[in-house]
């Protein structure tokens, strides 16, 4: 079985050792956006196995775990397997491993249990190249929480962004749980926006290599990219259309920066602004009818809705004199954005039909929020550890963590969804 990873492919057998269908609805634990919440219990003991990579990767599975944000995870130091043992311990699933080494390839089989079903809800096994183990984990993680909640979860997700390395700006990207990071791009200049599409096939951007602001468009499966825009004057800031058979930009060889409908081969479809001011920073709503950006027709930069079936504009932010990148939810029931609060950027999140913006950080200064495919997390850059760095919180503002932190700055990200 071939699995495409950021244009990379590599090959694995993934053989289905046993899933047993549960018999009921999975079980409702939590409200991700409430000031409580319940977390579920499950054990991830050590895997068996030789050698310390069995160890490393049920090390790798807790954490794949615990970065949902609404798992406990239980005995991750302990040799415990007995399931007996862990309902007693309170644990509501269990996880036992195995890793087999072979001479060129690994095989690492898992299985799920829940305990209070008593039922085995989940079982794989992968063979495959060492290096490729970590993915392998993720590949579970992504299985193990679509049949406890009933959700996609985030563990076949990576977080795209630009990184800053003194004069040059650069396009990398890494797994949800911050690690494998690859170089997108290579034009040894400016890039900016990087935004995949919904299928992760595509990677379009904005460059100067060529001295102007110009969009790309890169096919991450062959690493091609091709010129998608190059008009005169601006041509900034994609946004994908949840299709991915289209997206919006802001360009300006009319004279004004305006939204603009672009098809795959950087035709314009339909302009979808006309002034006043400037309007830029798209997001399209889930279901592809609405479209939340940037403009300055009011004086300073606010965030409006615009209904693509009437092309009706309204404003959505009253409060604050500086509102800007937002990013639509994708359950579709909260945008977030960046808002200007004292001097420093705080992030928001909005009812897309209106009210009282709630802010979710306060260290710091923090921008560019954008959300996980699950809808439960907002990925954005902060610079509360000294730097510009990748940092994640819960929806409602709790457990914020550092991400990612490398050499040089963080600008842009962007999360996609389960498709690696």
Known sequence: MKVWQGGRFFAFLLILLILFPRSSSARVYVEITSAQ?????????LFEGSGPLHLELSRILAKDLLLHGYFEVLGETTEIRDREAWKGLAADYLVL???YQQVEKIRLELRAFDLTADEMILGRAYTGR????????????????????GEEGIALSRIFMVVKRGAIKEAFSVDFDGFNLLQETFDAGIVVSPRVSPSGRYLVYTSYKKGRPWLYLKDLTTSKTRVLSSRPGLNIAPAWHPRGDRLVATLSFQGNPDLYLLDLRGRIIRRLTAGPGANVSATFSPDGQQLAF???????????????????????TYKGSYNTSPSW??????????????????????????????????????????WSPDGRQIA?????????????????GSSPRLLFSPTGEVYDPCWSGNVY
């Open 130 to 149: 060492a290096s490729e183990a970590r993915y392998m984990v993720h590949r579970f993680t992504y299985q193990l929480v679509k049949a406890i909640t």
């Open 380 to 396: 954005f850059v902060s610079n509360r550890s000294g730097r510009r760095a990748l940092w994640v919180i819960m929806a409602n």
């Open 294 to 316: 940037v403009s300055d027709r009011s004086g300073t930069p606010q965030i409006y809705i615009l209904e693509l079936g009437s092309g009706r504009i309204r404003r959505l």
């Open 37 to 45: 919440i319940s977390k579920i219990p499950i054990a991830v003991p």
């Open 329 to 370: 939810s994708p359950r579709g029931d909260r945008l977030a954005y960046a808002g200007l609060v004292e001097g420093r950027f705080q992030i928001f999140t909005i009812d897309p039909r209106g009210g009282d913006p709630v802010m979710v950080t306060s260290l710091g200064s923090n921008e560019t929020p954008v």
């Open 97 to 99: 491993g195995r890793l």
